[in-house]
C-alpha cells in the first residue's frame, strides 16, 4: 500500500485506495488526488521525501471526499496552491455542499464524516494553472459536474472515476453518477482516447480503455431497463431503491441509503427528461410510471 509506481520516464502514481498520480518536472512533483485524509497526505509526502521530489502543487480531478482528504494538510505543509475544474472548486472550499447535495438539505452529522466531506481547502481554478508543456485536461463530466482526467507529456492518462472497475460493478451493479447525459458524453470522450497507459482512480492500470468504457455504458443501461420495469408499475421512491437494493443484493445502510439514493435520483432526472418514466401523484404521494 501506497508503493509509488513509475509509469513512464516522468509519470508515477502511489497506489492506494484512492490513487493518487505524480507528473515530476525538474524535480518538482505535481500531485494528482491527494487520498481521503491526513494519513494519506503524509504518505504522499513521504513519497516524495524518499525521492528527493519537491511538491509543486495539488491538482484535483473532482470534489469528492476521497480524492481531496489531504488537500489542507498539504497546503498547511507544503505552502502550494490547490487546482480544480468549474464548480468543483467551489465544492473543495466549502465540503459540506457535497454532503448536502447528496442529501438534498442540511445533512445529519452522519453524512459529515470523513467518508463525505473533508477539511475545507483554498482552489484556484485549472485554467490558471502554469501546467507543464504537453501537460492535457480532458473534461470527463457525469461522476460530478465538473470532474476532468489528465493526460501527461508522457502520455499516461489519469482516467479520475470516468470508469468503475468491473469487480466494483460486479458487487454493487450500480456506479455513482450524478448526471447522466454528461456521463454518456464522458463516455463518447474516453473511448476515442489512446495514450500509452490509463491510470484509474481505483484499481490497476489498464491499457484498454474501450472495453473498460463498454462495460461501464452497459452497466448504466442495464440499470435504466431496471428502474423502467421495476415502473411499469408505479412506484414511490423509496419502494423504487428497495428495488434496485434488493436485484443487486445489497444491504442498506443509511450511508448506502443516502449515496445510492442519490445516484436513482439523477437515474429518474435523465429518465424523465429521455420521456421513459413520468411523474405520477396520488394521494399526495409521488409515483414514477414507465410510459
Known amino acids: 500500500m501506497y508503493e509509488c509506481i ?53 491538482i484535483n480531478t473532482h470534489c469528492h471526499a476521497d480524492h481531496i482528504g489531504a488537500n489542507a494538510w498539504l497546503q498547511k505543509q507544503f505552502d502550494i496552491p490547490v487546482y480544480a475544474n468549474g464548480m468543483d472548486c467551489m465544492f473543495i472550499e466549502n465540503t459540506l455542499l457535497s454532503s448536502m447535495a447528496l442529501w438534498g438539505a442540511y445533512p445529519p452529522r452522519a453524512l459529515q464524516g470523513v467518508f463525505f466531506t473533508a477539511e475545507n481547502s483554498k482552489v484556484t481554478p485549472i485554467q490558471n494553472a502554469p501546467l507543464p508543456q504537453d501537460f492535457e485536461i480532458i473534461p470527463f463530466s457525469g461522476h460530478s459536474l465538473f470532474m476532468i482526467g489528465l493526460r501527461t507529456p508522457d502520455n499516461i492518462v489519469f482516467t479520475a472515476d470516468e470508469l468503475c472497475p468491473p469487480h466494483i460493478l460486479e ?43 463498454a462495460i461501464n455504458r452497459k452497466s448504466v443501461l442495464d440499470v435504466c431497463r431496471l428502474i423502467i420495469t421495476l415502473c411499469k408499475t408505479p412506484q414511490h421512491f423509496d419502494m423504487l431503491l428497495q428495488g434496485v437494493f434488493n436485484h443487486y443484493g445489497l444491504n442498506m445502510t443509511f450511508a448506502q441509503y443516502t449515496v445510492t439514493g442519490s445516484v436513482l435520483r439523477s437515474y429518474l432526472s435523465w429518465l424523465y427528461d429521455e420521456d421513459a418514466l413520468e411523474p405520477v401523484i396520488l394521494d399526495n404521494i409521488l409515483y414514477w410510471r414507465a410510459k
Open 171 to 213: 458487487k454493487y451493479g450500480i456506479g455513482y453518477n450524478y448526471c447522466l447525459e454528461g456521463y454518456f458524453k464522458s463516455l463518447e470522450t474516453a473511448e476515442r482516447l489512446e495514450a500509452k497507459l490509463f491510470v484509474p482512480a481505483h484499481g490497476e492500470p489498464f491499457a484498454d480503455i474501450r472495453e473498460l468504457a
Open 6 to 58: 513509475q509509469v513512464a520516464e516522468n509519470t508515477y502514481y502511489i497506489a492506494s485506495p484512492s490513487n493518487t498520480g505524480l507528473y515530476v518536472e525538474n524535480g518538482e512533483a505535481w500531485i494528482i488526488d491527494t487520498g481521503i485524509d491526513t494519513r494519506a497526505g503524509k504518505k504522499i509526502a513521504k513519497r516524495l521525501e524518499e525521492n528527493n521530489w519537491k511538491p509543486k502543487a495539488v
